[in-house]
């Protein structure tokens, strides 16, 4: 596994590139009402950018999810604001498209960045933040091994309010 492509038995991960925008951004557009509480993800073509810019960054890191056999475009995982050295942590971001979810294919895909994560860059800890009603979520953490931490009102910003979420970690090992 590099950094730009990660593969699993049923998925490949690999960083988004300008070239994925049009089907990016139609997966997103079918996908508002799976993802309207919950997250927002890059909507037009000036967002879509931005994502691409952030993720190139030297401590951000962000790849689409695909199918192997087909190429289908299943979701995104992302690993934010990571802090190398004595911290060695990332927070980790993610979202299935409409049809995708609850396959087991998004567990498949974080598992794999978690390795990545872990192995290649050699963090320590990675932690997700997510919504107390967003069960989905929640359970595809507890079966990535993640454990819950705390919780934080008004943690994030999200679709026009400030939304609490409990944080849940990992740790190496």
Known sequence: MDRDRLQRERVVLRRPEPTDAEEFLAAVDRSFTLHAQWVAPPSDLLAYAAYLR????????????????DGEL????NVNNVVFGGFGSGSLGYYAFRGQE????M????TGVLEHAFGNLRLHRMEA??????????ALAKRCGFRLEGFSPAFLYIAGEWRDH??????AG
């Open 74 to 77: 299943v979701g995104v995982v």
């Open 54 to 69: 952030r993720i190139r960054q030297r401590n951000q890191f962000g790849f689409l999810v695909r199918r192997i056999d």
């Open 166 to 171: 409990e944080r849940w970690a990992i740790t």
């Open 102 to 105: 609850r396959k087991g294919l």
């Open 129 to 138: 933040n997510i919504q107390p009603a967003n069960a989905p979520s929640i």
């Open 107 to 110: 567990s498949e895909a974080v």
